[in-house]
């Protein structure tokens, strides 16, 4: 049954890191085999609770993320359940071949939390903005990857994470975002959310974006548009049959991501979509460039990351909808 969000007058704003830290805590109450390790960065990641919490099964690596990766791997191998903690663009560029080699090739049950993904990390600038995760993971066998929209979301992915067998990609945000999701709205790994119903065309959305999607919607509907919102969490595997079945409902796709345009969330829809039932579709991403510094709700305007370039994307969409053309 579809999860529907109504957006209040005035949103919470809380940090997706905090859900990851905080589910840490609580998995480690119910499992022993819970350890965490994290790359000199436990306040960043905020799993700094776990270790206040258990610091015998915490382990402070260090600057030396491939390290760590390995480190992991043999704790899994050994039957522990390892949460590595690092921003995502080390854990998922710099560590690149560890991921792929040690813990993907032999399916090892490693979870790895990469923080500070996207444009939103702000001043930090390029060389921490992560924007290329989802195309390098995904395309990884045997990997798992989630970009929850906010606390409750990251909470509970970090939960089926942990539940799953198998090596998990958690993508999470440094920033404060809007809290659009309750604590008992439904999350499954492996299925998307419908957030808001709609016959006209589909936005589907994953991380901050959900929000940004949720809030074109609302402006899309003063003009007698009723576009689907579709919370896309998981990215691998993907949610073929509500694609596919959004695809055919409502004839046009708009995807939104704070990530680059190649091989991201859009890419996939893109490559389950052109297989079943093509459409046509419209991309809102980072368009293969790097970030710079700068503020965060600055960057997230200047690279076209805001409810209104997802609207911008509806527009053309239905034009060649009306058109025919796909």
């Not at 399916?107 to 989802?134: F, R, Y």
Request: aromatic share 6%; hydrophobic share 45%.
């Amino acid at each position: 049954m579809a999860a529907t969000i109504t957006l209040p007058g005035k949103v919470e704003m809380k940090k997706t890191r905090e859900g990851f830290g905080r589910a840490l805590v609580d998995l480690g109450e119910r499992d022993p085999r819970i350890v965490v390790l994290v790359g000199d960065l436990a306040e960043s990641t905020m799993v700094n609770f776990f270790a206040e919490r258990f610091p015998d099964r915490f382990i402070e690596v260090g600057i030396a993320e491939q390290n760590m990766t390995g480190i992991a791997a043999g704790l899994a191998a050994m039957g522990k359940i390892p949460f590595f903690a690092t921003y995502g663009a080390f854990a998922s560029c710099r560590a690149a071949d560890q991921v792929r080699v040690t813990v993907a090739y032999t399916n090892l049950n490693v979870k790895i939390g990469g923080a500070h993904g996207g444009i939103s990390v702000g001043p930090d600038g390029a060389t921490h903005q992560a924007m290329e995760e989802i195309s390098i993971i995904r395309s990884i066998p045997n990997m798992t990857m989630i970009v929850p929209c906010d606390y409750w979301e990251t909470y509970k992915a970090t939960v089926a994470a942990a539940k799953h067998v198998g090596p998990v990609y958690l993508r999470f945000g440094r920033e404060d975002v809007p809290v659009v999701t309750a604590e008992d709205t439904p999350f499954t790994l492996g299925k998307g959310e419908v957030f808001a119903e709609g016959r006209d065309l589909t936005i589907v959305a994953c991380g901050v974006m959900v929000y940004e999607a949720l809030r074109a919607r609302e402006t899309l509907a003063e003009s007698g548009v009723a576009a689907r919102v579709v919370d896309l969490h998981t990215l691998k595997p993907l949610d073929r049959e509500l694609l596919e079945r959004c695809a055919r409902e409502t004839g046009a796709l708009v995807t939104a991501e704070e990530h680059q345009v190649n091989g991201g969330l859009g890419g996939a829809v893109a490559e389950v979509i052109v297989r079943s039932h093509p459409v046509p579709m419209e991309f809102v991403a980072v368009m293969d460039r790097f970030g710079q510094s700068g503020k965060p709700a600055e960057l997230m305007d200047a690279f076209g990351l805001r409810a209104r370039d997802i609207v911008a994307a509806a527009r053309k969409v239905l034009d060649r909808k009306a058109r025919g053309r796909a």
